[in-house]
């Protein structure tokens, strides 16, 4: 059964979104810092690249659903655990790379070994999020 025009809208919409705020994680972490923050405290970018990774991975995460959804069985989780974790791989490296092309490629910027592991830990509290998500909505099937 063909899907509705607004349905492919709103793929579309969502890949696009997906594709900017990926891209909007690169340039601003690419360009020269802009005294953005007066930290209220002392681990305050930690916790932005956590909630930016965390945001990057749901993102993708949708996308990439909703682009597959058809009906919640057995075969349709078995691939939603492939999405999950081949955005998570995607998610963790696309961070490496950015520290490391901060470490490389600019000169007001640095690798931080720190930053890696919040973003990486962004990551995995989207996967553990969607995870509970997915059973959860399993448990709704089983009972109704």
């Known amino acids: 059964m063909p899907r509705p025009m607004a349905s492919s809208l709103v793929r579309k919409l969502l890949f696009l979104a997906a594709v900017v ?5 690169a340039v601003g972490s690419l360009i020269p810092p802009v005294g953005l923050l007066n930290q209220p405290f002392r681990f305050m970018d930690k916790l932005l690249h956590l909630g930016a990774y965390f945001g990057l991975t749901l993102l993708w995460i949708a996308c990439w659903v909703y682009w597959q959804w058809r009906f919640f069985d057995a075969t349709v989780k078995k691939r939603l655990k492939r999405i999950m974790l081949i955005t998570a791989i995607l998610a963790s490296c696309y961070g490496i790379i950015i520290e490391v092309l901060q470490g490389t490629m600019t000169s007001y910027r640095t690798l931080d070994h720190w930053d890696v592991l919040a973003n990486t830990t962004g990551v995995t509290l ?3 999020l969607c995870s509970l998500f997915i059973n959860k909505l399993e448990r709704l099937k089983l009972d109704y």
């Open 21 to 25: 705020y990926t891209l909007g994680i």
């Open 126 to 128: 989207a996967i553990l």
